[in-house]
């Protein structure tokens, strides 16, 4: 189905079977593709040039975007799946005169159709409907019917680049990656490109090009224009950073861009002494390539002296008195040995910001840069990979392999009370992101920060966290470790992170009512902070991720191993006492949770923390609440990965039932359990409690309390 197209400008053999076959090729994807583009671009008005039967158009049209197809096929026409006032029937190798532009052009498909001698006319087409552009084209090789002008990436980069438009990278790079994983057609994989309007003009775009192309080097003006657009869009706050600088080619992209942007610095890292491989490759000795001299008189005769600040060192020298100043892009281009380049990428890509831009050159003619930049992807440090010629670019993962490693951005301004929000994750697929955005669009609370646990996520659900606006969100902060130990370990981690005086655990998936963490702070406020208090949980149906589940059932005993005690999503209920809040999520100050002694990490990674952690706070006097104003939607996974056992459950569940209940209900409880067992397996699993409740027991007279209940005396007393 690959070398299928949707070819706006096809020719009438391309009939209704062929149209059938696009369809089946596209229309999986197309609903999952239009969600990607509304949260992206949130466009008002779009364009589809080459729309065919109109599958993207007709979910744009169900999210009441206005919309346009242009489409030259009269059999694509007949079979469009919206109505011939959103269409126009037009040959696009022919000028489109339209008096209109729109928030968002789409043109997937259609450019190796278009006749060569009119290809720059065709992009001048596109470019004048709309300042930003999603454009696929068949490459060389590519095939396809209808194939007449199949080209390299870069050949329509240039045309884009004449045009006024250059590479945005980071939508690139996210939207290959997130349609790819909805299943879309691969050739979006290959070929799609996102470009925005340059504020630059296009004599300053072309009259770039030509002095980067004045200097000697090897870098292709292809790759140039990426170095270009990616030091224009740096913030000034930032930098730039380049190993390898030569004679200064790429040094004078970065810093033209720079220019032509923000004015972020560039830092030009070369001892100026040569490489050793390239200098092989010449025929000539290190002495007598040294570039020290003609480097500075190239960025002298391109006057960008003031936007450069050379480094006269070797790379790890360079790394070791770096002063900390954050990083937004880092292009390594410096020797070509495999040695060289790990040392260059590992000293230097933890000062690259996560979601910042790390650029290898020479992956495609050189051993080194390629097995370094495949490395780097199978660790995931980088990801989302985006190649032109030989430059693969991708975003840094702030990841660090074997250990923790913290990728928060400075925090806050201070408030009374700051809550530091915490959750483990583990292989949660798109649930995470759901959960993130609900998180961030319902919590008003002024001062928060959110933390990320990542228990070695083998999936690619994180990923999206180290893209904007996610990255640039300074509420947001991701630890991650590369051995799973199990949630019970993340959270306590996060506790060790926190800077807030106030904790509040939650999951990684779920969806929370409005203001929901100013309602929970509140309640705990009502009880001077000596409670554990948290949300309300609803039930989310596995098959329905939204707001609109009223599964509930009630607290009793026989129920409350099962989850929260579950009202409507919408539904207000008077709050109270509760026996425990099960599943994390639950609010305390750092105060309450260091006088009970903090998480246990007795427990497997996947065990009954939350219950014990309640249950001591009881015994010490605290009690549970739980605040229905604030309400939680939880998606339950249908596995365990690590399930508690039965003697895990048993201490905390009789026990706890029986400080609430009482001793009959207690009774009643325990008989049954020990039937359900039989006798020796009953009198087996309370002789395994001994242990723990001896350590109830001297937790408590440690800190000089006194037990509510003779714990042991309890459990061995007869139902």
């Known amino acids: 189905m690959d070398k299928i197209v949707a070819a706006g400008v096809a020719p009438e053999h391309f009939d209704a079977a062929y149209h059938d076959a696009v369809e089946c090729a596209t229309v999986p994807s197309a609903e999952s593709i239009v969600d990607t583009i509304v949260r992206e671009f949130d466009p008002r008005s779009v364009v589809d040039l080459g729309c065919g039967t109109g599958v993207y158009l007709e979910h ?42 729109y928030d968002l052009a789409l043109c997937f498909e259609v450019g190796q159709s278009i006749d060569p001698q009119r290809a720059g006319a065709f992009i001048d087409t596109v470019c004048s409907l709309s300042g930003t552009v999603l454009f696929s084209a068949a490459q060389t090789g590519q095939g396809g019917a209808g194939h007449i002008n199949e080209q390299p990436w870069e050949y329509w980069l240039a045309l884009f680049w004449e045009s006024g438009y ?18 879309a057609p691969s050739w979006f994989g290959n070929n799609l490109a996102v470009l925005t309007r340059s504020p630059c003009s296009t004599d300053v775009l072309s009259g770039a090009m030509q002095l980067v192309d004045s200097v000697e080097g090897w870098l292709t003006l292809a790759e140039a224009r990426i170095l270009f657009a990616a030091a224009r869009q740096t913030p000034r706050a930032s930098s730039i950073v380049e190993i390898g600088s030569w004679k200064g080619r790429s040094t004078a992209a970065l810093a033209l861009g720079s220019l032509a942007g923000e004015g972020a610095p560039v830092y030009a ?21 040294r570039s020290w001299n003609e480097f500075q008189a190239n960025l002298q005769a391109l006057r960008i002296t003031d936007a450069v600040k050379p480094i006269l060192k ?9 002063d900390g100043r954050p990083i937004d892009v880092l292009w390594i281009d410096g020797g070509h040995e495999y040695e060289i380049v790990k040392s260059d990428f590992e000293a230097w890509r933890g000062h690259v910001r996560c979601g910042g831009i790390i650029a290898i050159h020479d992956t495609t003619g050189f051993e080194g840069p390629r097995r370094v930049a495949e490395e780097a992807l199978k660790e995931r440090l980088l990801l989302r990979p985006v ?6 670019y991708g975003m840094a993962s702030g990841a660090e392999s074997g250990r923790s490693r913290s990728s928060s951005l400075p925090p806050m301004l201070g408030c009374r009370e700051r809550i530091s929000i915490m959750f483990p994750t583990h292989d949660e697929g798109s649930r995470l992101r ?50 799973a130990e199990g949630h019970l370990k993340r959270r306590v981690e996060g506790v060790t992170l926190a800077t807030g ?28 902070g000596n409670a554990i208090v948290g949300p309300a949980v609803s039930v989310l149906d596995p098959v329905v991720w939204g707001p609109t589940s009223v599964v509930t059932y009630g607290w009793s005993c026989d129920t409350a191993l099962q989850g929260a005690y579950h009202i409507g999503l919408h539904e207000v209920r008077k709050g109270g006492r509760v026996p425990w809040l099960s599943g994390h999520q639950m609010m305390m100050t750092r105060r309450l949770y260091d006088d009970i002694g903090g998480i246990c990490q007795l427990f497997p990674g996947h065990g009954t923390d939350d219950l014990d952690l309640c249950l001591r706070a009881f015994l010490l006097g605290h009690d549970c609440y739980i605040e229905p104003t604030a309400i939680i939607g939880h998606y339950y996974k249908s596995y365990f990965v690590r399930p508690p056992t039965w003697d895990q459950l048993m201490v905390n569940y009789l026990v706890t039932v029986y400080l609430n209940l009482g001793p009959e209900r207690f009774a ?27 350590r109830f027991r001297s937790w408590i007279v440690s800190r000089q309390k006194r037990p509510t209940v003779d714990l042991l005396a309890l459990l061995e007393g007869k139902p």
């Not at 250059?166 to 299943?183: F, K, V």
């Not at 002494?273 to 010449?282: C, F, N, S, V």
């Not at 690619?460 to 300074?474: E, G, I």
Request: hydrophobic share 35%.
């Open 668 to 694: 009643e409880l325990k008989a049954r359990q020990a039937g359900q067992y039989g006798y020796e397996g009953g009198c087996q699993a309370f002789e395994t409690m001994r242990p723990e409740i001896e």
């Open 314 to 322: 070797d790379s790890l020298a360079a790394e070791a008195s770096w």
């Open 434 to 483: 759901s959960t993130i955005d609900s998180l961030l669009r319902n919590t008003h609370y002024p001062d928060y920060e959110v933390l990320i646990l990542d228990d070695a996520s083998e999936d690619d659900s994180c990923d999206f966290l180290f893209l904007p606006p996610y990255s640039r969100d300074k509420r947001l902060r991701y630890v991650r470790v590369d051995q």
């Open 60 to 101: 744009l049209l169900r999210r009441g975007v206005d919309v346009l197809g242009v489409e030259k096929s009269t059999v694509a026409i007949a079979k469009c799946r919206v109505g011939r006032d959103h269409l126009v029937a037009h040959d696009l190798n022919r000028p489109f005169a339209h008096d209109r532009r």
């Open 501 to 528: 005086e106030v904790f509040q655990f939650i999951d990684a998936h779920h969806c929370f009512s409005p203001d929901w963490l100013s309602n929970v702070y509140d309640c705990l406020r009502r009880h001077d």
């Open 269 to 289: 890292v070369d001892h100026h002494h040569g490489a050793r491989d390239i200098g092989e490759y010449l025929g000539t000795t290190l002495s007598e390539i």
């Open 387 to 392: 190649r032109i010629d030989s430059l693969t």
């Open 166 to 183: 250059e590479l945005d990278l980071i939508h690139t790079s996210q939207l290959r990656h997130e349609w790819a994983e909805a299943g």
